[in-house]
């Protein structure tokens, strides 16, 4: 898709399946269906209002004025949501910096534990200014380089999308594969090969923003679902 931006689409968008070796929970499938759009001269920040806008009219058209009960839980989805920055975010919940968390490897476990069920429990929440190392294919934001420009939404603590403002250089980007290439080589993980033809049209790709949002999850919360079973037609042990 960022081909195509970078040959002149400037607002493109596709409903496909996506598929994630080994995730099977409550909230994960190894199947998923996925919304993902991108819109040339836009940044993170346009795209957080696109979703205010893009699941409030959703909410409006299943008769949901205001409040989405889920699971209990009463979520206020009048904008502007809230915003908290991912070292906030462990500091006030986790205790630790993203820094350390990240030279223990264990960002990821204490996201999913101590920080992802407290957000967007009352309103949703965008978690915004990831870590440079957790942003592999964003533009790292001018004023502090030590962050990416990305952010996930949350609902009644579920993540529902990842969308980051796009690096556009492609000799950056050529050097972040290399050391994602040299990272996986150390612990003896697949290598995949370059990709070459996006390295090329990077070169000609304008500013833009992207973001995919799980619709699985999404109907979740307008369903009130306990599990992502419940919204699909076949889960993988019954194929």
Known sequence: MK???AAGYEKIYQVGRCFRKGERGVRHLPELTMLEWYAAGCDYVALMKQCERLIGFVAGRLGIDRLLTYRGRVVDLTPPWERLSVAEAF???AGMTTEEALDRDCFDEVMGIDIEPRLGVHRPLF???YPARCGALARLKPTDPLV??????????MELCNAFSELTD???QRLRFLGESRLRRERGQTVYPVAEPFLEALASMPP???NAL???RLVMLFSDAASIDDVVAFVPEEL
Do not use: M, P, T, V
């Open 3 to 5: 081909r195509l931006l």
């Open 91 to 93: 500091r006030r919940f």
């Open 127 to 129: 978690l915004f200014d």
């Open 148 to 157: 990416a420009e990305r952010f996930e939404l949350y609902i009644a603590g």
């Open 170 to 172: 492609a000799h950056e």
């Open 208 to 210: 833009a923003a992207g």
């Open 214 to 216: 799980g619709i699985d």
